[in-house]
């Protein structure tokens, strides 16, 4: 219990520091006169992402694969299956043509991409399964297409997202983006520590607790995000919140994980592979299953209960 304690107890200065750290670098940003536009696509996007890349990177320092593979296609599965789903319910989701033919086939094409990667032994008979350090140069270079992507919407006016700047000093900016990065650090590495102890004490892999409580844990500002947004009715932020987290968790710091170390696989990863896959593709699908392009709440419910159906036959394999 100790274990679980001091690993729940991480994701506090984890989730804070990056809280912090999104409010004190967009203030400090803005300060500087960079437009709101590139803030959104940069500073808000890059922090939230960033619980994820702290428990990775510390994880591929480790050689730990199991959590660094399964945090990222477990919060994938939850953005997708259990933020969305929940968003849904609160308020229907509307989706607009751009996120519709492209950021979700991206998102898509991310997890077929990252299931590639992964199988080695399958479409290469290897002796064993890595996303190797190439993949991992691979991976980011579709994050930079993606980049690229975002700032072709900003020149052409298409990102009309409105980003809440706090009015900060300077010195009281660069404190604060000093206390969240310290935060991260911290939080992130408590994590892949106990987690480890964890799943040992237990007895069970490594790589269900990845998939379940940590996926979950550095997944809770993309699940505040979007059910506030959702709430707000703001359904624009909703979705595209989820789907932009997608693609940068598989391109951007799977990518960044693989280059540190080679994150190897095993043949229940496919398992969760299939998952992530399935799980963009029901995404896509639920869009023309109902009217105007949207998500209904009783989609929402069946993304829910998918989710649940997915974490049973997690712990039953």
């Known amino acids: 219990m100790l274990n679980l304690i001091f690993l729940i107890l991480g994701f506090l200065p984890l989730i804070y520091g990056a809280d912090l750290l999104v409010d004190s670098s967009s203030s400090l940003a803005k300060r ?3 437009p709101n536009i590139v803030i959104g696509l940069t500073i808000v996007a890059f922090g939230t992402s960033a619980p994820e890349l702290i428990v990775n990177v510390f994880a591929s320092i480790d050689h730990n694969s199991d959590i660094a593979l ?3 296609v477990g919060s994938n599965i939850f953005n997708i299956l259990g933020i969305l789903g929940i968003s849904a319910i609160i308020f229907p989701l509307v989706v607009k043509s751009n996120t519709t033919w492209i950021e979700i086939p991206m998102c898509l094409l991310s997890a077929v991409v ?3 990667l992964a199988n080695d032994k399958f479409i290469d008979n290897s002796s064993v399964s890595l996303v190797t350090r190439i993949d991992g140069l691979i991976l980011l270079a579709f994050f930079i297409i993606f980049i690229g992507y975002n700032i072709q919407m900003m020149r052409t006016g298409s990102y009309s997202e409105v980003v809440p ?4 000093t300077v010195f009281k900016a660069v404190v604060m983006i000093l206390l969240g990065l310290t935060g991260l650090v911290i939080g992130g590495k408590i994590i892949v520590i ?7 004490e237990l007895g069970i892999s490594q790589r269900i607790i990845a998939l379940t409580i940590v996926s979950i844990g550095t997944s809770l500002p993309e699940l505040a995000t979007s ?4 709430k707000k009715k703001n359904v624009d932020i909703a979705i595209g919140n989820i789907v932009g987290s997608n693609i940068f968790n598989v391109f951007y710091i799977l990518g960044t994980s693989a280059v540190i170390y080679p994150v190897a696989t095993h043949e229940l990863s496919n398992f969760d592979l299939t998952a992530n896959v399935a799980a963009s593709l029901i995404l896509f699908v639920f869009i023309f299953t109902g009217k105007n392009r949207k998500i209904e709440k009783l989609e929402g419910v069946i993304l829910l209960a998918l989710y649940a159906f997915y ?5 039953k394999l």
């Open 70 to 72: 399964g945090n990222i």
């Open 311 to 315: 974490i049973f036959a997690l712990i």
């Open 227 to 230: 059910a506030m947004a959702a």
């Open 165 to 168: 700047v706090k009015d900060l």
């Open 114 to 116: 990252l299931m590639i």
């Open 194 to 200: 106990y987690a480890t102890k964890f799943a040992t």
């Open 32 to 34: 500087l006169n960079i």
